[in-house]
């Protein structure tokens, strides 16, 4: 997608909503910016994952818990609804 925008007077830039929709991109989210001559890329910053798939199974790579699974993919789930209704 190319979209022309403007800096303001602040020197901010507004993301395009079907930008900000389509990169999963939220009030708060980490952006890394990078610069190189004329051109700037802006990433953003996303945690690594904590799953890795070895011999075909999904793998957790954390520390260790105590929290049950199915409440974390509970809590996990309410706060990403959550998110997408704003």
């Known amino acids: 997608?190319?979209?022309?925008?403007?800096?303001?007077?602040a020197g901010r830039i507004v993301l395009p909503k079907p930008v900000r929709d389509r990169m999963q991109l939220?009030?708060?989210?980490?952006?890394?910016l990078e610069g190189d001559g004329e051109r700037i890329t802006l990433r953003p910053v996303r945690p690594q994952a904590t799953l890795r798939k070895e011999s075909g199974i999904w793998v957790f790579?954390?520390?260790?818990?105590?929290?049950?699974?199915p409440?974390?993919?509970?809590a996990a789930r309410k706060k990403?609804?959550?998110e997408l209704q704003g």
Request: charged share 35%.
């Open 80 to 82: 990403r609804l959550r």
């Open 1 to 9: 997608m190319t979209a022309k925008v403007k800096i303001d007077r």
């Open 61 to 69: 790579q954390g520390p260790a818990s105590d929290e049950s699974i």
């Open 71 to 74: 409440e974390l993919v509970e």
């Open 26 to 32: 939220t009030p708060g989210t980490a952006m890394e």
